[in-house]
């Protein structure tokens, strides 16, 4: 009999035992679980207050290298009406390029189809018009007569004011077909386009602000633009830091992109169209387009996609210059429990 009830007292032990393996296990799990749901919902609290304030940062940094545009076109258009315009414009636009690196080119277009630009000489323009590798770093004019349709090109370098000429071309240019002519010939003050790839210098892309000036009679004399670099742009937003990796893009709230890296690889064709979000589809940069899908606005959103899940929001953020526009920000999940 006593063997038996050892033996019992031997199995009830073992199975106390094992009881309370199970139940510290299960408190264990449940600890742990607990943790890493604290973890995640504080990595996820932290992400949302840095994206909204990246959001900030976006729109003021967008700002800072857009204000004065306003005021430089105020500049260029006014010297148009000088009895020696084109030489007069000439000379506002090379001291408002010198001034200020961010922009690209200035240019007028004139009812009759008459156009005046003077670009930076980047290597993607020299190798469109053939001009000299010296003349890099310096600026390009461009003026195409109205009644022949002659493109005249001439060039100088940066320290160098004497202008060289080079050969002649045809041109079928007509700057009342571009949008930035049309849309301020029909609007009052300053007008921005959405990016699109430039005429003249390759796959250049950019944004164009234009404006309208007049003669005493109220005729139209010409509409006087500047263009400013999409690259210029990705770069001061890409400094924005997001946790976890994170990623961020401007855009109009119907999708037209305004600051994102891929702008110049969705438009290889159409010059005046404007890149799309939903152009993403497919891409390496898709994941931009599922959160600005299922965003709701100004809220966390979460979205799998290529086998990680991805928290995102997309804000709505207000800008001096370019009006209503949306920062989205997204980050993958995993990312932000690590380091946040």
Do not use: K
Request: with cysteine; proline share 5%.
């Amino acid at each position: 009999m006593l063997p038996m009830t050892l033996r019992l007292a031997d199995t009830l032990r073992h199975r106390i035992a094992l009881f309370m393996i199970v139940a510290l296990g299960g408190v264990a799990g449940a600890l742990i679980a607990m943790s890493y749901r604290a973890a995640h919902d504080h990595s996820v609290a932290e992400a949302e207050t840095a994206m909204e304030s990246a959001a900030e940062r976006a729109a003021a940094v967008v700002d800072q290298q857009l204000a004065p545009i306003p005021d430089l076109l105020a500049a260029a258009a006014r010297v148009i009406h000088e009895p020696d315009g084109d030489a007069a414009f000439t000379e506002a636009a090379l001291a408002l390029l010198s001034a200020h690196p961010t922009l690209y080119q200035l240019y007028q277009g004139r009812p009759d189809g008459g156009f005046v630009a003077i670009v930076r000489a980047d290597p993607r323009l020299l190798a469109e018009f053939g001009l000299p590798a010296r003349a890099r770093d310096g600026f390009v004019r461009i003026h195409i007569a109205a009644t022949t349709g002659v493109q005249q090109l001439a060039w100088r370098t940066e320290d160098d004011d004497t202008w060289e000429a080079a050969p002649s071309r045809a041109s079928r240019y007509d700057p009342r077909a571009r949008p930035w002519y049309e849309t301020a010939r029909r609007n009052a003050g300053v007008q921005w386009t959405a990016p699109y790839r430039f005429a003249f210098g390759g796959s250049v892309f950019g944004m164009t602000a234009a404006v309208a000036t007049y003669d005493e009679a109220g005729g139209l004399s010409a509409v006087v633009a500047v263009d400013v670099l999409t690259s210029v742009l990705n770069r001061e937003v890409a400094r924005i830091r997001i946790p976890g990796g994170g990623r961020g893009l401007l855009a109009y709230d119907d999708g037209t992109l305004l600051v994102h890296g891929s702008i110049e690889r969705l438009r290889r064709g159409d010059v005046q169209a404007a890149s799309q979000i939903t152009g993403l589809a497919g891409t390496e940069d898709e994941i931009d387009l599922r959160i600005f899908q299922a965003a709701r606005p100004n809220a966390l959103v979460q979205v799998e996609h290529a086998g990680r899940t991805w928290i995102g929001t997309v804000r709505p953020v207000a800008s001096t210059v370019l009006g209503r526009i949306v920062f989205l920000a997204a980050a993958p999940l995993d990312a932000l429990v690590a380091c946040c």
